[in-house]
């Protein structure tokens, strides 16, 4: 079984539609990150956390909430989709004192 | 400021040597990575360098890196159509926060 897991896989939606992604992970790591993906730009941060009561806004927050449920558990919402918001969405994970960050297999957006 | 610059395509012959470079402008990094990313899949962790270090090998993989110039290449030995994909450079820093700074990501494309 997969580590770090997210589901949907694929999710088609219309503007002003309400969306959440979902990210579960079992390798006990207490760091978890939100990016998102859009060609020729890399991986944008958009939220990152700690644990469960140490929520961080990245780079590209606006638009965007989260919610750490659980150590395991983290969710990205779009309140409100808009077709910019389109992209390759990615979770990731990272534990103890070392920097590597470990990735879910992606969300593919896409608003209408 | 921070920025990790690469280029966006590489185009090599199989069985050739694939060479993807980066250049970093932070000297206080801590440790420098190789992601790769698939075609449909998330970023796998390929291999890293202490920033102390001048070059690291693993199988077909070697990293070399340039702190005068802050340059890092990867190169990939006997490049197969299996190597096909996006790869990321990204660095970290001690006063970070656990951040990674990313790359845009090149995408090797492999001709027969």
């Known amino acids: 079984d997969a580590d770090v897991t997210q589901t949907p896989r694929n999710r088609i939606t219309k503007t002003g539609k309400r969306i959440m992604l979902e990210c579960s992970q079992t390798?006990?790591?207490?760091?978890m990150y939100w990016y998102r993906q859009d060609p020729g730009l890399g991986l944008r941060l958009i939220y990152y956390?700690?644990?469960?009561?140490?929520?961080n806004k990245g780079e590209i927050s606006d638009g965007y909430s989260v919610s750490r449920q659980a150590q395991a558990k983290f969710s990205l919402s779009l309140e409100s989709a808009i077709p910019n918001q389109t992209a390759l969405y990615f979770c990731?994970?990272?534990?103890?004192?070392?920097?590597?960050?470990?990735f879910g297999p992606g969300t593919r957006l896409t608003v209408t | 400021g921070e920025d990790v610059e690469q280029s966006l395509f590489l185009s090599v012959r199989e069985g050739d040597s694939s060479v993807i470079n980066c250049t970093y402008t932070?000297?206080?990094?801590?440790?420098l990575y190789w992601y790769k990313q698939e075609p449909g899949a998330g970023l796998q962790l390929l291999t890293y360098?202490?920033?102390n270090m001048d070059m690291k090998q693993d199988q077909r993989l070697t990293v070399l890196l340039n702190k005068k110039d802050k340059h890092l290449s990867l190169r990939i030995a006997d490049t197969q159509t299996g190597d096909s994909a996006i790869y990321f450079c990204?660095?970290?820093?001690?006063?970070?926060?656990?951040?990674?700074?990313w790359g845009a990501g090149t995408k090797l494309i492999i001709k027969p």
């Open positions: 990731a994970t990272g534990g103890g004192g070392t920097y590597e960050q470990y």
């Open positions: 390798k006990g790591h207490d760091r």
């Open positions: 956390s700690f644990d469960v009561k140490d929520i």
């Open positions: 932070d000297s206080s990094s801590t440790y």
């Open positions: 360098i202490f920033s």
């Open positions: 990204a660095e970290s820093k001690l006063d970070s926060n656990y951040q990674l700074i």
